[in-house]
């Protein structure tokens, strides 16, 4: 085997760029793309493996100590080479077989922000994902049309080059990818001009997902095989879909019930009265008992969430809040007077501190 040094034709001390500036040089001159022909073909193979071994700094300290053409030194080897030849490390090249370029693509992740209705009911929606699809210049090939991969000359196939070292317990043979290949057995002369090689390429393509009822803010919905296609047209990984929900003005969600505030006047509150709310189903009327007081809840059946494992909804439950007018004429002042001389209301007393109505109510939520 020639020396590496006079294949690139430089000096043995020569610096990293000089090295590749001469291997440069030479793979332009010997492409088989410029240069056709066998013999050139084999100096550009020879010219490839020589910059491949001084190019990188290990395998040329170790060539430079008078190991083989693939790096292996001369002398004892280290227990790291003997340990991977007894205990599965690269035994002797015994058992390797060489990469599969197609790989499993990356799961991928998208946001999409709901409204508290299609909580309550479910909703579809066509999501656009930006992932790797298949090349369909190459069919996930990896090479230009017309084109195939060619079988490695220098590990013939194999994607290891085996090395012998020697050592206390005699002559120990390892095995390590090669770096033509890189361990896949193949080299792609021409590859895809329009993946360069990769055999995907990035696009934006639309995915339908039906959201179902019952979801909440943090929730992600996994969808196998909807992610990125791998290396070469591998396997697709998978698309996971965040879910956030937008605060509603109005309903706010605990558990699968909805709660609301409805603001009652004090002459419809000590009379009583029907009235229609419109919850996120339509309107619907609510009777309001008279004497009712604030804090109280009206429950309307039904009307909540649907459980995202379960069928039957959750309530819509309303928390009264009686409104006290501020601003009276002298007319409706007497009257309040008059109500209070005739109905002997008791003084006013202290009663434990509550932060509005709505604390009143999940504490009796509690308690129920």
């Known amino acids: 085997?020639?020396?590496?040094?006079?294949?690139?034709?430089?000096?043995?001390?020569?610096?990293?760029?000089?090295?590749?500036?001469?291997?440069?040089?030479?793979?332009?001159?010997?492409?088989?793309?410029?240069?056709?022909?066998?013999?050139?073909?084999?100096?550009?193979?020879?010219?490839?493996?020589?910059?491949?071994?001084?190019?990188?700094?290990?395998?040329?300290?170790?060539?430079?100590?008078?190991?083989?053409?693939?790096?292996?030194?001369?002398?004892?080897?280290?227990?790291?080479?003997?340990?991977?030849?007894?205990?599965?490390?690269?035994?002797?090249?015994?058992?390797?077989?060489?990469?599969?370029?197609?790989?499993?693509g990356q799961d991928a992740l998208v946001r999409v922000t709901l409204d508290l209705g299609d909580v309550v009911f479910g909703v579809h929606r066509d999501l656009e994902v930006d992932t790797a699809i298949v090349c369909e210049t190459c069919e996930g090939s990896c090479c230009q049309p017309g084109t195939q991969p060619v079988t490695c000359d220098i590990c013939r196939g194999s994607g290891h080059i085996q090395r012998t070292v020697r050592s206390l317990l005699g002559n120990v043979v390892t095995a390590q990818p090669c770096a033509t290949c890189q361990g896949y057995g193949t080299t792609i002369p021409y590859p895809c001009s329009t993946c360069q090689g990769q055999g995907r390429v990035r696009s934006r393509r639309t995915v339908s997902l039906d959201i179902p009822a019952g979801v909440e803010t943090g929730l992600r919905l996994q969808l196998p095989g909807s992610g990125e296609v791998g290396p070469a047209g591998g396997p697709h990984g998978d698309l996971y879909v965040e879910i956030s929900v937008s605060p509603h003005e109005v309903f706010s969600r605990d558990g699968d019930d909805l709660l609301a505030t409805l603001d009652v006047s004090m002459p419809d509150a000590v009379l009583g009265a029907t009235t229609t709310i419109e919850s996120l189903d339509g309107p619907v009327d609510l009777e309001l008992r008279p004497g009712v007081q604030s804090g109280d809840v009206l429950t309307i059946k039904g009307r909540g969430v649907t459980p995202l494992r379960g069928s039957q909804r959750g309530d819509l439950r309303v928390g009264v809040q009686v409104v006290t007018p501020s601003r009276l004429d002298a007319k409706e002042r007497a009257l309040i007077e008059e109500l209070r001389r005739r109905t002997k209301a008791p003084a006013p007393k202290l009663a434990q501190f509550h932060q509005g109505v709505f604390s009143k109510l999940r504490d009796r939520f509690r308690a129920s």
Not at 32 to 43: K, Q, W, Y
């Open 1 to 104: 085997m020639a020396d590496h040094y006079e294949v690139l034709g430089v000096a043995r001390d020569a610096s990293p760029e000089e090295i590749k500036k001469a291997y440069r040089r030479l793979a332009r001159e010997l492409h088989p793309d410029v240069n056709p022909g066998a013999d050139a073909s084999d100096r550009f193979k020879a010219v490839t493996h020589a910059y491949d071994v001084l190019s990188d700094p290990d395998q040329r300290r170790r060539y430079d100590m008078g190991g083989d053409e693939f790096g292996g030194a001369a002398g004892f080897g280290g227990f790291s080479d003997i340990f991977e030849t007894f205990f599965g490390g690269g035994g002797g090249g015994r058992g390797t077989r060489p990469r599969s370029r197609r790989e499993r």
